[in-house]
């Protein structure tokens, strides 16, 4: 990884490839918003004033056309919103991150992965803010009250519910990192997002790993009552693709998601975290964290 502009030490690699990718459903761009790219939809989100300015127009404008495919996505309601920033923005934060920020590998029974900015503690006046203004930026953006209705509308949820809370980082998935399937149930968590800032030159591949992968909840036991588990492969997978963003509510025993281990020698950047709600969600018990 070259966050800080000089190589990772390589942790080893824990899992080999499986089949499973390549029996993995890939349903075709449309029907999940994958692929849309317009199609002269009325705006429906927040204004494009200069506190959004670092997020695409375009994206904004299709709010009815992102909610839609939310909700029918499956295996549970999720979205991707290609050309998340507008042109150049994101290359910025790469430049900034590369010169301005240090890693820190971390590794649980869950993940391995490099951390490096948690912007939820970082204050605006401080030393390393002045660095990565464009980076602070696009928090201030996505943590507005603005941004934060356009994704209660996308998500289907009640106006409000989302809180002014920042809760996220950078993270560097290298070669041999991976996360494994779980619901991203902790607290208040409402909604998990990831932008990601893998290399747009050359694109990303599978040759590369580090889908996003989607699971089914199935039923561990008998009744309504029973517990949720993942399905044994994932039913649906999103490729890491630079300024894409791809977010879910997030449900105890629902939300049900994991990281392919990365395969390639580049690393797998994003942005990633979550949008909080006043109160925890019912099911607590489900949950898998």
Known sequence: CYLCGTMVTEPPSKRAKT??????????????????NGGGLKSGG?????LLDPISPDALRRSDELAASYRDARPYPHGLIRGFCREGFLEDILTE????SKVKFKETDLFR????????????????????????????????PEYRSFVEKLAGLEPGTLTDEVDCAANCHAKGCHL???DDVIGTRKVSYIIYLTDPSPTWTDEDGGRLELYDAVPDGDGDAARRVP???????ILPEFNSMAF????????????????????????QGWYHAGES???MEDATL
């Open 231 to 237: 399905g044994a492969l994932p039913a649906r997978t």
């Open 281 to 283: 969600p019912g099911r």
């Open 19 to 36: 089949d499973g990718e390549a029996a993995t459903e890939r349903p075709s761009p449309s029907p999940n918003g994958e692929g849309a």
């Open 248 to 271: 879910f509510a997030v449900e105890p025993g629902v939300s049900f998601h994991s990281v392919q281990e990365v395969f390639g020698d580049r690393p797998r950047l994003s942005l």
């Open 46 to 50: 927040p204004s494009d004033d200069a």
């Open 113 to 144: 992965v490099y951390q490096s900015i948690d912007l939820g503690n970082l204050k605006d006046d401080s030393e390393l803010a002045a660095k990565i203004p464009a980076l602070m930026k696009l928090k201030r953006a996505i943590y507005s």
């Open 180 to 182: 494994l399937c779980h």
């Open 97 to 100: 991150l590369k010169h301005n």
